[in-house]
Antibody, heavy 118, light 109 residues
Framework: EVQLLESGGGLVQPGVSLRLSCAAS????????MSWLRQAPGKGLEWVSSISGSGDYTYYADSVKGRFTISRDNSNSMLSLQMNSLRGEDTAVYYCAKGYFSSHMDVWGKGTTVTVSS | QSALTQPPSVSGSPGQSVTISCTGTSSDVGNYNRVSWYQQPPGTAPKLMIY???NRPSGVPDRFSGSKSGNTASLTISGLQAEDEGDYYCSTYTITTMLFGGGTKLTVL
């Protein structure tokens, strides 16, 4: 069974950093592009970032470019999102998904909550 | 303001059909056949229902169908069931970004 399990969320103050992780299982991780998406409280879905299977290509939404970094460890089937200079508007449930920004997300994790507040 | 435009809400009685529209531009929806639809029941993660305009992943009932005409894509749900309630989002992409609609809340009366 294909599974994605996010971790690393929490309550942080504005300006600090946080690192999210996503453990993947049930598929050949290195052959698929992966993505992070988020959903602010009571709002719709927002794509955050995607990374190619090899990790050579990364893409970011304008809202996080320069602050967030997506990466992957294919030997351990792990996806990560390093989030720096966090802002209140980054408060959201963050989802890890199997798929690339130019395709579709066919498997989603249950999400991890990030709250940025003083 | 979302990049793709969806109606905020639709409703229907059990057994009826409903259609949710998703309007973009000639640079996104009109230019690519990679429109996807996601279902999100309350308190749960999104689930892929339709990809590449009209394809259903394994396990998705054939009551769900997708189509596209020009800059507008549509999701039709026939034979409505109570379990179909939730939010529905369309998505597509441009050269370097993925776009979502603002979401449509489906209520089964």
């Amino acid at each position: 069974e294909v599974q994605l399990l996010e971790s690393g969320g929490g309550l942080v103050q504005p300006g600090v950093s946080l690192r999210l992780s996503c453990a993947a299982s049930g598929f050949t991780f290195r052959t698929y592009g992966m993505s992070w998406l988020r959903q602010a409280p009571g709002k719709g879905l927002e794509w955050v970032s995607s990374i190619s299977g090899s990790g050579d290509y990364t893409y970011y939404a304008d809202s996080v470019k320069g602050r967030f970094t997506i990466s992957r460890d294919n030997s351990n089937s792990m996806l990560s999102l390093q989030m720096n200079s966090l802002r209140g508007e980054d408060t959201a449930v963050y989802y890890c998904a199997k798929g690339y920004f130019s395709s579709h997300m066919d498997v989603w994790g249950k999400g991890t909550t990030v709250t940025v507040s003083s | 303001q979302s990049a793709l435009t969806q109606p905020p809400s639709v409703s229907g009685s059990p057994g009826q059909s409903v259609t949710i529209s998703c309007t973009g531009t000639s640079s996104d929806v009109g230019n690519y056949n990679r429109v996807s639809w996601y279902q999100q029941p309350p308190g749960t993660a999104p689930k892929l229902m339709i990809y590449e305009v009209s394809n259903r992943p394994s396990g998705v009932p054939d009551r769900f169908s997708g189509s596209k005409s020009g800059n507008t894509a549509s999701l039709t749900i026939s034979g409505l069931q109570a379990e179909d309630e939730g939010d529905y989002y369309c998505s597509t992409y441009t050269i370097t970004t993925m776009l979502f609609g603002g979401g449509t809340k489906l209520t089964v009366l």
